[in-house]
């Protein structure tokens, strides 16, 4: 089955506790991305990798780092973890993020992150 | 900074009701897609639209893409109580990689 899976889907820990949320997708895609979503404010691009060892910043990366080191994988990493980064975060991938911009993201079933 | 302003926030109807769905920029989007997201779940995709003026129907959904693409709705017809979910736009520009989200309609459906 063609699928994006995150794991954990929840996770609570503490400030400063270093953390990892992996992703993985199954479809050769290209393109992967990291949101986060919060009430009233939508998603909101973190980071995104357009290829292996290709990332770059989204609108809130602060706080945040990647890596692509296969083209299935792109874990989130959270250094020093802070309560402002409580939320929901989605992975997600799409085959290419060409200049037609239209194709569809495949969003996997999201992490809940809780940082005391 | 391009920004997608959806409206309403939420909306509550009666099962059988229409209802339509806003998304609204200044800025101009090669391309804007609807997601639907149901609780514990990623969004998933429901249409694409590129064309100004494109009209596309999926059985009682109808979405619109603005004359200039600044802006595009999202019509349900005889809405059902499996219509119930988060409604997100969100838009893709030729000059860049990011796609940008609305913040969402949360729709109810009763029976």
């Known amino acids: 089955e063609a699928q994006v899976t995150q794991n954990p889907r929840y996770l609570i820990t503490v400030t400063g506790k270093k953390l990892t949320v992996t992703c993985s997708q199954n479809m050769n895609h290209e393109y992967m991305s990291w949101y986060r979503q919060d009430p009233g404010l939508g998603l909101r691009q973190i980071y995104y990798s357009m290829n292996v060892e290709v990332t770059d910043k989204g609108d809130v990366p602060e706080g945040y780092k990647v890596s692509r080191k296969e083209k299935r994988n792109f874990p989130l990493i959270l250094e020093s973890p802070s309560p402002n980064q409580t939320s929901l975060y989605f992975c997600?991938?799409?085959?290419?993020?060409?200049?037609?911009?239209?194709?569809?993201?495949?969003f996997g079933p999201g992490t809940r992150l809780t940082v005391l | 900074t391009q920004l997608l302003e959806q409206s309403p926030q939420f909306l509550s109807i009666q099962e059988g009701e229409n209802l339509t769905v806003y998304c609204n920029s200044s800025?101009?989007?090669?391309?804007l897609q609807w997601y639907r997201q149901e609780p514990g779940e990623g969004p998933v995709l429901l249409v694409t639209v590129v064309t100004g003026g494109e009209v596309k129907k999926l059985k009682r959904l109808t979405f619109q893409f603005g004359d200039a693409r600044k802006d595009s709705s999202l019509h349900i017809t005889a809405a059902q109580p499996g219509d119930t979910g988060l409604y997100l736009c969100?838009?893709?520009?030729?000059?860049?990689?990011?796609?940008?989200f609305g913040s969402g309609t949360r729709l109810l459906v009763r029976p």
């Open positions: 969100a838009g893709a520009t030729d000059s860049s990689y990011k796609l940008i």
């Open positions: 997600a991938s799409s085959p290419s993020r060409g200049r037609t911009s239209t194709d569809t993201q495949y």
């Open positions: 800025s101009v989007f090669s391309s």
